[in-house]
């Protein structure tokens, strides 16, 4: 099997003026869809954050990829880091999102890859990583602070005739009443049985008193989760991941550096035990 085709594809979709730890997200969203077809007619899907600076790469990579073995990642990723050089892919360094246009790039083709991996063997790519541990996977409610707004063409505007969860989607959540109002919005559209809160956007004390503003209107049956994105220190981790025990399921990313992240876990007891993501 061989890679016959690349299709790059950029694609915008209308955004609410939400809040992170990058700032303010634009009224679009921007993805790129890479396609790979192979020349048995097989095709591998994955998307990435869209910009500029990647489609471009992604483009550049069309010539390397092509004629490439899907089932061979490493050769493919070598040949890439030939073409584009390793400083191509350094560490990330200290910003919120990470920039690097060729990470997004390996990213893609890796997934691609990996997708007409399942395909041509006629297995889940979790098979592929190890094995399929359960068969279905509940969603969470994933809430943002953010200005009133509903994005797109409204950008800051709003659509009067928007009714049920349309309606409280363009409501602002700067506050815990905002951040309430927004979950119990979502939970009564979609039925989510547990509740995330995208933080690193106030200071810890206005998101933990969120974290427990929800907590008191939805009660200890219905899990949270609080993802500062990296931005607390280890020191700020440790005081208000204590202030959350009993609270909180899981405190995703508080801090920098899997040292950092270590360090946190082992201070904290938060329900039968703390869980971290590292964004690498």
Known sequence: ???AEMRVTPVA???PPLLNAAGLHAPYCLRTVVELVADNGLTGLAEVPGSAAINAKLEAARGVAIGRDPLNWHGLRGALRDRFGVESIALRGDKPWDQRAMVQVE???DVACLDLAGKAFGVPVA???GGVVRERVPYSAYL???YEGAGGELGFGIDPQATGWAAARQKAALDPAGIVAQAQAMVQEFGFESIKLK?????PVEEVAAIKALREAFGPKVPLRLDPNALWTVETSIKWGREMEGVLEYLEDPCRSQEGMAAVRRALKTGPGVMFVEEL
């Open 144 to 146: 943002f602070y953010k």
């Open 13 to 15: 979709l209308g955004d």
């Open 107 to 109: 990213s893609a083709l």
């Open 199 to 203: 933080g690193g956007c106030f200071s």
């Open 1 to 3: 099997m061989k890679i």
């Open 127 to 129: 098979m592929l990583l």
